[in-house]
DNA sequence: CTTGACCTTGGAGCGTAGTCCACTGTTTAG
DNA sequence: CTAAACAGTGGACTACGCTCCAAGGTCAAG
């Protein structure tokens, strides 16, 4: 498929899509012409992007992600690894938004201030 | 206090500290020698604004956050309101990262793949 | 054969959040 | 009195993650 088929089912810009492949979290071959051609599981790819992206992971980061996937020996361990510290982070965040909820809902209605000066 | 104490009391560098003067985030009165002036509860909004910045919230938020506050008719009321709005945020967060990490649960050990470029 | 949709590249520009630097002024301690 | 430690300013610079633009190549339809 070519970049404007992707852009179009995964809602990511064609430029987007040209600035993934130069970080090195897109992969294309190339057709005759020049164009790009991906495949149909960089939309699936693209989606986890996405999520991850939304939830803090930074490019870097996935793009290492995908690259230690591509060089284990064994994909399926590999994947459960990966997925497993993705969880891991995951939980670590949820604990921190926890303890902000807590702190909050300590303070909501004692009239604590947070800020002493005023703008 | 001048500067140099609230930066040593909060981990927020000097110059992080005129940055956030500019942009609206902390507040300082000046002493006749042109330096800056901030009082004690300056430190406890840093060590919030950090905890929110940590949380994904932009400095704009924070700062916007803080002039509602500013500007409310009843300070412990907005401070509530407040409270409770980053409440609903925090859980919203949570529930994504709920769904990521089930997303990632079932796929772990499958096999699935996400990626299909291989770099 | 032209028009238009699609693709290519390179490079500029933007918003966020700092970080660093040079140069200058102020205060404090020996 | 001088040196060090602190403060001020303005401006350049960085990294990240896009986003836009200009100039041009490719291809299918009319």
């Given amino acids: 498929m070519r970049i404007g088929e992707l852009a179009a089912r995964t809602g990511v ?3 987007t899509l040209r600035f993934y492949e130069r970080v090195g979290l897109v992969e294309g071959r190339r057709l005759a012409n020049g164009y ?3 495949d149909a599981e960089t939309v699936e790819w693209l ?6 992206r939304a939830l803090g992971f930074s490019l870097a980061e996935i793009a290492r992600h995908g690259e230690e996937l591509r060089d284990a ?23 921190e938004l926890a303890a902000l909820r807590g702190e909050l809902a300590a303070r909501a209605g004692t009239g604590c201030p947070l800020r002493a000066a005023g703008a």
């Fill in 13 to 15: 810009s064609r430029d």
């Fill in 36 to 38: 790009r051609d991906f």
């Fill in 47 to 52: 989606a986890y992007v996405r999520t991850a």
């Fill in 73 to 95: 020996p064994d994909q399926a361990d590999a994947l459960s690894a990966l997925f497993e510290e993705k969880i891991r982070i995951v939980d670590a965040r949820m604990a």
